[in-house]
């Protein structure tokens, strides 16, 4: 195991999850997500408790699911309540079923210990529930441990290499991270960019055609090891002219892949009609060019025959501190 367990963490869109079944592996353990008939999400373990057959293969009745090999029928806590060649189920007979909380476009699942998720809601994400904010979404599936995508996202100083193209006209290297703030489970970090002309890219999303020169705050947050948050704010002389939030669910799927839900959000006066196809035209694209390096790193480490010490630089502070977080969280859960 190289991820936590002790967490939430994002295991569908809403939009995917109806009255169907929509089977996912995560944190290497097959579920199976279901609409009940009042509107909440059912998450149970996706294997019968009689014999290793899928239940998201079956049929529902209601709120039942039945088995599609011998009929046997759970309810939406994952009790086995039907055998259909017995008067009653065998005692304890019964599926997992992990705690659920939909929220805006997220539903979470808690995989860790069970009575764990009482002391640890899911993180809060206003910005994905309306109030001004606009979102697009979509799910990508990377070849890389969820620990690779943590510090690749806290680590921007790769746009020059990877994505010259998303910096603004005449920057010619990120200033240092102004303040990094830690806690025991969370790190962030904030940038302020000097004053440049905008990027094509921001010119087209943000709606902006002044030549006036721009400044800009950014900010990386490892909220938990199911959630990563960017945020990129362009300011002009009257204050914010455009928000955008990048946020990634990241979701191990087993220890060498992981489930990216981003969700790209933006709030801004003068934005174009189409910003939301652009937004996800111009991050679609940054996030083909992220997975084939994560992937390529994941392959690299996969080659290492012996453990390998790589040289850490000043702009891995926050990266360093979110594999801390990580190690000592994975540790706790192998100690108990
Ligand atoms: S395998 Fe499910 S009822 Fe037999």
Redesign the pocket.
């Known amino acids: 195991m190289s991820y936590p367990q002790d967490c939430w963490y994002v295991a569908a869109t809403s939009d995917e999850v109806g009255d169907g079944f929509t089977p996912r592996r995560i944190v290497d353990t097959s579920v199976v997500l279901f609409r009940l008939s009042d509107g909440s999400v059912a998450a149970l373990e996706d294997r ?1 408790a ?2 290793p ?1 899928p239940l998201s293969a079956g049929h529902r009745e209601g709120d039942l699911v039945v ?1 599609g ?4 029928t759970y309810d939406a806590a994952g009790r086995c309540v039907r055998v259909p060649s017995q008067d009653n189920p065998p005692s304890g007979a019964q599926v997992r079923s992990f705690p659920v909380v939909e929220r805006g476009p997220f539903i979470w699942v808690w995989t860790g210990t069970p009575g764990g998720e009482r002391l640890r809601p899911p993180p809060s994400t206003p910005w994905l529930q309306g109030d001004g904010w606009g979102s697009v979404g979509e799910l990508r599936t990377v070849a890389a441990n969820l620990l690779l995508l943590h510090e690749h996202y806290l680590d921007l100083t790769n746009v020059f290499e990877m994505h010259p193209e998303m910096v603004p006209p005449g920057i010619e290297a990120l200033p240092p991270m102004e303040e990094v703030e830690m806690s025991e489970v969370s790190v962030s970090y904030t940038r302020e960019l000097p004053k440049a002309p905008l990027a094509p890219w921001e010119a087209q999303v943000s709606g902006l055609t002044s030549a006036e020169s721009f400044g800009r705050k950014e900010t990386g947050t490892f909220v938990t090891p199911g959630l990563h948050k960017q945020t990129y704010t362009i300011t002009g002389s009257d204050g914010p002219e455009l928000e955008l939030v990048r946020t990634h669910g990241f979701t191990p799927e087993s220890a060498g892949t992981t489930h990216v839900f981003v969700q790209i959000s933006w709030r801004g006066d003068a934005v174009s009609p189409d910003v939301g196809t652009q937004l996800a035209d111009v991050f679609a694209e940054m996030a083909d060019r992220d997975i084939s390096v994560l992937e390529t790193m994941q392959r690299c480490l996969d080659e290492d025959t012996a453990p390998r010490r790589y040289v850490n630089v000043k702009a891995d502070r926050a990266a360093l501190r979110a594999r801390r977080i990580m190690q000592s969280m994975i540790e706790e859960e192998r100690g108990r």
Not at 69 to 72: A, E
């Open positions: 019968c009689h014999r057959y088995c090999y011998h009929g046997c």
